[in-house]
């Protein structure tokens, strides 16, 4: 059994990994909130909002397929509380980088994952 398949506490200490390396791959001006998933124990539900005039939030489940690997999948994209195409092409620039960022806290947090 992994860390990330372990009970309660150990999810705990996953989301705070996550509270603190995340901020570190993404632009200075995004925000992001990081929770538990609570309808699948080997996933994190991860928001960010954008800097800017544009005010996106993009929503993605994170799922946990081993120790180390991750599947990131987007939710959806909001701006001003209303979903918008995410077909667009700055639209999916953005989340290929905010993928990109994910994987890379990932790895970040190898450490508390994989013991």
Known sequence: MTKA???HSSREELLRAWERNLPS???DTDQA???LDQGDERALRITIQTAGHT???FDF?????DDREVDVQLV?????GQSVDERKEAIQ???????RHIHECAQ???PVTHA
């Open 33 to 35: 909130r990081v929770d």
């Open 108 to 110: 970040a947090v190898v």
């Open 25 to 27: 791959v993404l632009n």
């Open 93 to 99: 620039q953005l989340i290929s980088d905010y993928v």
């Open 61 to 65: 489940k994170c799922t946990y397929m």
């Open 55 to 57: 005010g996106y939030n």
């Open 5 to 7: 398949d372990k009970p």
């Open 76 to 80: 959806d994209v909001e701006s001003e």
